[in-house]
């Protein structure tokens, strides 16, 4: 029994491995820290081989092929593709180093306005930078990334942006950048990265949905990096997805997405000051995932549809626990586990708090997957906290829940309640 | 004849008149052309009596005209023909004149109403002489053109000058007869005789008379060569074939000139199709060349698919089954040729009937005609023949056999169309080969994956083995899934409009009757056909419906109740699931249908062997509705303050209507066992409404019958736990879920699960106790009637703002967004939140409710709220 443990965990995870859906959806670049992750795979080296033979980082990639080839040293060719890099670099170093010289010009730069074409004719006029020159630190930029040097890809791609007038390379220009923040994992750029990539979605596709859409979807994906490592983006980003547009690309495209979206949700429970605002996430993801619960399902999933839909205890407490180790497994995931434990644990206590009135610690701390000091100590903590209205009994070993009705007076409150300012408001729109 | 004077006194536009004139005329039925020409004449004569006395000439040419027509009416026998025709000709000049004298006498007193209704006489008159005159028209009415158009001009500038003098109606005509000869003068037909006339009247004049002497006397050596075979001499002398002539009449040579005539007679009153169709069974024994097979068989099939008329009838069977037959071979014979020929439907006709076209070699010469056309009538005259058929018999079966005929025919004109739109210089036909593939895609997407398969291979072992398609190759065959799709996609990426909407709704029809309710859903919502379904034309509205109720049913199998109830609700709710589905004409009691409309209605009809079992459909619709709605009752019952929600109407009239009866007899048919089992339901005695349920014969109808049963018992007992506990909550302060469980048959934990989630939605004031299993239930629900006003109150008040609102935006339209912006985060959003909330929106508020609400709920409400956030 032991050995079947971990192989069914194994299997567990395997089965609910999302990396291949999303590879499609991710730059090369971009793969390599989700494959990094799993060593353990048995040809990891060789899809690592694969994956980047095609980029410059020639002594990575020699190092990878000697090392499937059992060779002690790196190929030959390498060293030829190595001088051919280098060789190309200083062609693009020289290609650029005027210009690049005159945007790092504090006098020069200061001279520059936010107009582009005045900027660029300006730089013509003093300087005699041409358009040539500007596009060759658009490619500089795209070879550099490929070379892996990624900060000064995004340091480069931003001159270019600030100089081209060419909307379709600045729009690439925006993307590349967007990489190459995530992978020199500086979130806050990365972030304004993704603001623009996604006013640059609403605006410039806009007629086109399908490549709307998918642009979206891309995002969504690339977008994971900093969900999960940087937190004041997880609120952004949790807006974001909720927002119709990409719930629509969610539902459509990647359903897979809903795993990272439930974690965000329900750990966001800490986090978020307004319960309105939890609420109502919580509302909007049971919607969607029962909506696709017949094309995708995992263990994270499911809990939710246990916990809202099925008001199932016992198979909520099974899926959470598929679900913990799903989410250690997870390359996005795997620092959240915790988080995402702790805040789904309250989400079953509170359900079932609701619903019963009286209720056997013992069986709490079961449904809890926790010992029953700890679960007494857990009911202690969650009457503190939410302000439960509960007295447990020492003796019966319970815990009784007071749940008054809702009184007629608090009920024509509460429907009342807003007439008076939407009255106003009406009043007030008529009057206009 | 009544219709020729009807089409006559109707028609006040003569140049369209002119078509129609000839087009009659060349019909050629001797007798019965005197015969109107002299009730013509008569008409003519009171006309003229009515007029004045100094016309007394004109009457007695007519009179003796008409005498004379009479005599060689009588006289007419076949060894006098020419003596005929001549009279005949000569009677309609002498006509002519007498009009012409008519109209000029009447426009020269000034009454232009009779004048203009002379006027119009003459002009329709006029094709009629032209054509006994080989076409030329008569120099008189040249002559009278010009004339009356100078009377006409000068009435009219007098007329300018004394305005007052004529009365309105006159003044009307006069402007009208001014419109016509100036319309006359200028058209085509006549302009150069008018010119010519204007610059040498004399010179033009005389000219006619030099000409048509010689006439007559020619077309009686026709005649008299051509001997008793040819009564007419006017046609090309085919119309009537004696024995005789047979042999010598078709002859390779001559198939294109027949071929020509029976073109031209196309269409046309008294033609005897049959005998036509014989004719050209014989003229493609003759032919020599496959040109000349290919033309022939072009215009057999369409004399074919003549034979049926446009109103009801169909083709008989052995008559499609020849047109089918022919029509394969006409296929053949293109394939064989493929280098040479091609038809399509805008080439130019080739115009010389003697000659064989020359062939360029490398290029094609086109023929034209439509093959896309031919196989389309096939398939719908195999539709309106099924249609006539009763389904019941082993005729219909036998007819149905056809389908798989008709179904290669299909493909082998969707190969065709295919290869023509290969072709250099053709490429514009590539839309007809979309219409062929729907019309594919019509036939298979009713029906299960296995028959489609054998539907598709069969079609393919019938064509030679060299064929293959590009859309569909015939590896496709055996897998009609992959097919169905290909078919599909070929036209989302093709086609638009109605094709489009119907190639998504066979999808969609075709993913549901597989049992894949949810793939059909998302294609049915991708579509966005729902918004826009009412702007398409009725048969893709049908389908629409048709597709709607299948996604229904799917779901319906598959166990998801609400679905299933909100796909079925729009047909089946309507009480016309029949018309709706085009499954049947229903008679309605106050139905206002023209014939028109109702003739239309039947053409629409969809074979049987389309249909969808309305009583299966309407089976699986009122259980549905019964597993919706008896809870709901149960809810309404004991919470009166609760809005009256209903689900289905018709379920609720059913329901009413069988209450109401006084006794009740054992359930006979299917809705009877429903109506019974929701008593049973709704009294708590699962057991006896799933006997019911189960006992419903129709179910074997559906696959997997057994398992439907099975899931029904298990939605019907969930079904009558909630309803029983709805009931009877107010009498029982606890309920052992254990005893619960043992009453409905269901787990613990399911019961649990349903009580659960009952309580979480409010639907329930109860509670659980875990530590005795029991279900605890709050009182104090009592409410005074006072309360209950106040609530009432409260939520009317509520209902009126949102009204208001409503209003309010739809008024101010696009500048409502500025109230949006104030409102809508603030106090609307919340108050709608709340309000409807109900389950989900749960601890948060609760918990903290007894500090919060009240002091809110003095400081202003949400205002405060939306100030705070």
Known sequence: ?432 | MSSRFFARGGDSDESSSDSEESLYSVEGEEPSEEEESSEEESEVEEDSDEDSSDEEGATGINRFLKSTAAKADEDESDEEKAVVIRSAKDKRIEELEGLIRLTENAIKIGDFIQGSTEFDKLVKLVPNIAKQLDGRTPKLFIKTLVDLEAAVTEAYEKQKVTPKKMNALNSKSLNAVRQKIRKLTKDEQYSKDVEAYRKDSEAFLKEEAVIEIPVPTKKTKVNLLLGDAIIDADDAGFEVVGPGGKTLIYTPESILKHLRSIAESRGRKGTDRNEQIRVMERLLDVAATDYQRIRVLLSLISVRFDTSTSSGGAMTVEQWKLADKEFVKLLELLYANQDQFIVIENAEEWEDDEKHPTLVAGTLFPIPGSIVGAAERLDDELTRSLLSIDPHTSDYVARLVDEGALYSALLRAQIYQERVRKQPGFEGQAERLNSLILRRLEHLHFRQGRLGSVLETNAWAELPEGLDSDVTPRALASDAEALVKALSNYLFAHSEGIQRARAMLHRTYWTALHDRPWEAKDLMLLSHLSETIPSFDIITQIHYNRTLVQVGLAFFRAGLIWESQTALQEICGSNRQKELLAQGVQVQRYSSLTPEQERAERARQLPFHCHINIELLEACYLVVSMLLEIPLLAQIGTAPDQKRRVISKAFRRLLDYSERSVFQGPPENTRDHILQASKALSAGDYKKSAELINSIKIWDLMPKALEIRTMLTEKIKTTGLETYLLTYAPFYSTVNLATLSEMFDLSPRSVSSIVARMISHEELAAALDQVSGAIIFRKGVNISRLQALSLTLSEKATVLIEANEKTLEQRTQGTANAFERQGGPGGRGRGRGRGRGGGPQNMGDRQGGQQRPRGQGFTGGALGRAIQS
């Open chain 1, 1 to 432: 029994m032991a050995d079947n443990q971990p192989d069914a965990a194994a299997d567990l995870v395997a089965k609910y491995d999302l990396l291949p859906k999303m590879i499609p959806f991710l730059d090369r670049h971009l793969v390599y820290p989700l494959l990094s992750e799993r060593d353990a795979l048995p040809d990891i080296t060789r899809t690592k081989f694969e994956l980047l033979k095609h980029t410059n980082m020639t002594d990575f990639v020699g190092d990878l092929d000697s090392e499937l080839q059992g060779l002690s040293e790196r190929p030959a060719e390498y060293t030829k593709k190595r001088e051919e890099v280098l060789r190309r670099r200083a062609q693009y170093e020289e290609d650029t180093s005027k210009l690049r010289s005159l945007l790092e010009d504090a006098d020069v730069v200061s001279q520059l306005r936010s107009d582009k074409v005045a900027n660029l004719a300006f730089l013509k006029e003093q300087h005699g930078v041409t358009l040539e020159m500007v596009n060759a630190l658009y490619d500089y930029g795209q070879f550099e990334y490929s070379c892996g040097a990624y900060q000064s890809a995004a340091e480069l791609l931003y001159q270019f942006r600030v100089l081209s007038t060419d909307n379709e390379k600045v729009s690439a220009a925006t993307w590349g950048k967007l990489a190459s923040e995530i992978l020199s994992t500086e979130w806050e750029p990365t972030m304004e990265e993704i603001q623009k990539v996604k006013e640059n979605i609403d605006t410039r596709l806009f007629s086109n949905a399908l490549a709307q859409l998918h642009a979206r979807t891309w995002l969504i994906h690339w977008s994971l990096f900093p969900f999960f490592n940087h937190d004041p983006a997880r609120e952004v980003l949790t807006d974001l997805f909720f927002s119709p547009a990409y719930i629509n690309t969610i539902q459509t495209l990647c359903p897979w997405i809903l795993r990272y979206l439930t974690a965000a949700v329900i750990t966001n429970r800490k986090l978020s000051r307004n319960s309105n605002v939890y609420q109502k996430q919580l509302k909007d993801l049971v919607r969607v995932i029962k909506q696709e619960g017949y094309e995708y399902a995992d263990p994270l999933t499911d809990f939710v549809k246990a916990l809202y839909i099925d008001f199932d205890f016992e198979e909520a407490q099974k899926k959470l626990g598929e679900a913990e180790l799903i989410l250690q497994h997870d390359f996005f995931l795997g620092s959240a586990t915790k988080a995402f434990v702790e805040a789904a644990r309250h989400l079953v206590s509170e359900m079932y708090c609701k619903i019963h009135q009286r209720i056997d610690i013992k069986d709490l701390s079961a449904r809890l997957g926790l010992s029953q000091e700890a679960g007494e100590k857990w009911i202690v903590n969650l009457i503190r906290d939410t302000r439960v209205d509960a007295k447990i009994d020492y003796q019966a070993g319970t815990v009784v829940m007071n749940h008054p009705p809702q009184s007629v007076y608090q009920q024509v409150i509460e429907r009342t309640k807003g007439g008076f300012f939407r009255t106003q408001v009406l009043s007030a729109a008529v009057a206009k």
